[in-house]
């Protein structure tokens, strides 16, 4: 079982920054790939940012490609989400992810992960 937590979430003017993370209780935290997932009201959750199990490789939806950025601290059992540049349309609750057997051509589908998070609210204001 893995227990995530994340934290960091807020409210930020648009064109503004905000860094989220999420700590995983576990002792093999380097044998999960992880993963950004949000839910704005209304509508499903979708997919956000993808990182390997050492930080390898990264992956992103098209509409935070090039202002966000996915990473990670093995050392600190920790997955952060740099978010830049936002907009009103970022808002949403934001959920980490992890995943022990995901297959890298599904690394964009929820159902691949199944460790999830309680989620952090961010909210754009215009």
């Known amino acids: 079982q893995v227990l995530l937590v994340e934290s960091g979430g807020g409210l930020v003017q648009a064109g503004g920054s905000l860094r989220v993370f999420c700590v995983a209780s576990t002792h093999t935290f380097s044998s999960y790939a992880m993963a950004w997932f949000r839910q704005a009201p209304g509508k499903e959750r979708e997919f956000v940012a993808f990182i390997t199990w050492r930080g390898e490789s990264t992956y992103y939806a098209d509409s935070v490609k090039g202002r966000f950025l996915i990473s990670r601290d093995n050392a600190k059992n920790t997955v952060y989400l740099q978010m830049n540049s936002l907009k009103p349309e970022d808002t949403a609750v934001y959920y980490c992810?992890?995943?022990?057997?995901?297959?890298?051509?599904?690394?964009?589908?929820?159902?691949?992960?199944?460790?999830w998070g309680q989620g952090t609210q961010v909210t754009v204001s215009s």
């Open positions: 992810s992890a995943s022990s057997r995901v297959r890298m051509y599904l690394r964009s589908n929820e159902n691949e992960y199944n460790y």
